[in-house]
């Protein structure tokens, strides 16, 4: 494999039109919360412009220049695209995951919700929560404009939503296993995601769903993604900068494992995660091959050069945080040395970094 090999699809904004139109979108997630005052969140230090759209535009020049294939503001059918043409495909792009935030709620109607949540045993407890938890004034929030009812349920959604996303990510209880029978183990993502997915079903039409990825055209379920996906694909699928277990166990059950899926127990920091896909296309055009070590490399020289400017700077809390985000993604390091253009491109994210405090 080369850098042709590789299409980089970009699915967030990266300039400052498509940054405006997808904030006050409100079919999108992932920018909804810029809505109040979007023009400081895309230009002060350290904001939106500093820490993901310009480190992305750079990731796409850089990768482009190698001979990878590059596309902003992808689209699903760029993805459809890019899986007929390409055996690597590199997906940058937001996932919204199984949590409910109080923007999820289309009505703010708990009796509805509630009464909704009383049809499944799963969530059954839930509903009785929300019936008792709640201020009776929500129950009754279209005659909320009476001033003192507002008052007393102004904070009704997001307790509402409290009450939902924590059923949906609290812990599963621990059940031993039947006697003769083997212990059935569930990642926490993969429960939360299937009850998430429950309360989609369930409150359709009053809640907005989870488990979907976005991009430049919106918000998709891993149905969808899986249909757009070339049905022959049989190479790497990176799931960049997006925690998209849902979507990755969805494609490998669908593809019965003829996919190799890149993801991430925690999403990369946006400058750290292009550093690392620019050094992952570099060492293929110096012949490295096989996309997977490749990739793997490129993580452990980045941690490397992590470590290396932990030592000579004495590590302030933002290189310790960049070396715990690294670890988890990497687990242990191979101990290889940074290249110095690594090293360098480090010094100046972290310059920039320093400086946005």
Not at 122 to 132: F, N
Not at 249 to 267: M, W
């Amino acid at each position: 494999m080369t850098p042709a090999s590789v299409a980089v699809l970009v699915g967030v904004p990266i300039e400052w039109p498509a940054f405006l139109r997808a904030a006050f979108d409100p079919q999108r997630d992932y920018l909804r919360r810029f809505a109040a005052d979007p023009e400081p969140a895309w230009s002060r230090p350290g904001g939106y412009a500093q820490t993901v759209a310009t480190p992305l535009r750079a990731l796409l020049e850089q990768a482009r220049g190698l001979g990878a294939h590059c596309i902003a503001d992808a689209r699903l059918e760029d993805l459809a695209d890019a899986s007929r043409r390409f055996d690597a495909v590199i997906v940058l792009a937001h996932w919204k995951g199984a949590g409910v935030a109080a923007e999820d709620l289309i009505v703010i109607d708990a009796a509805a919700i509630a009464g909704r949540l009383d049809a499944d045993p799963q969530t059954a407890t839930v509903a009785m929560q929300i019936r008792s938890s709640l201020p009776r004034s929500v129950f009754h929030h279209k005659l909320a404009a009476l001033g003192s009812l507002l008052r007393s349920a102004e904070d009704g959604p997001k307790r509402l939503a409290s009450l939902l996303n924590r059923h949906v990510l609290e812990p599963a209880p621990a059940a031993e296993p039947a006697p003769g029978a083997f212990r059935v183990l569930a990642r926490p993502e993969t429960i939360a995601a299937a009850r998430r997915a429950c309360l989609d079903t369930l409150l359709g039409g009053l809640l907005r769903p989870g488990n979907r990825l976005e991009l430049a055209d919106g918000l998709v379920d891993a149905q969808t993604v899986d249909a757009h996906i070339a049905a022959n694909f049989d190479g790497v699928l990176d799931l960049t900068s997006c925690e998209a277990h849902a979507l990755a166990n969805h494609l490998d059950h669908q593809r019965f494992g003829a996919l190799r899926i890149v993801q991430f127990e925690r999403p990369l920091v946006p400058e750290m995660a292009a550093i690392t896909i620019v050094r992952t296309v570099q060492r293929m055009a110096d012949g490295e091959h096989d996309y997977l070590h490749a990739r793997t490399q490129a993580l452990h020289e980045v941690f490397q050069a992590v470590e290396t400017e932990v030592a000579r700077t004495g590590a302030g809390r933002l290189l310790l945080g960049l070396r715990r985000s690294l670890r988890r993604s990497l687990g242990q390091s191979l101990g290889k040395s940074p290249s110095q253009s690594l090293g360098q491109s480090l010094r100046r994210l972290l310059r920039r970094r320093r400086s946005a405090q």
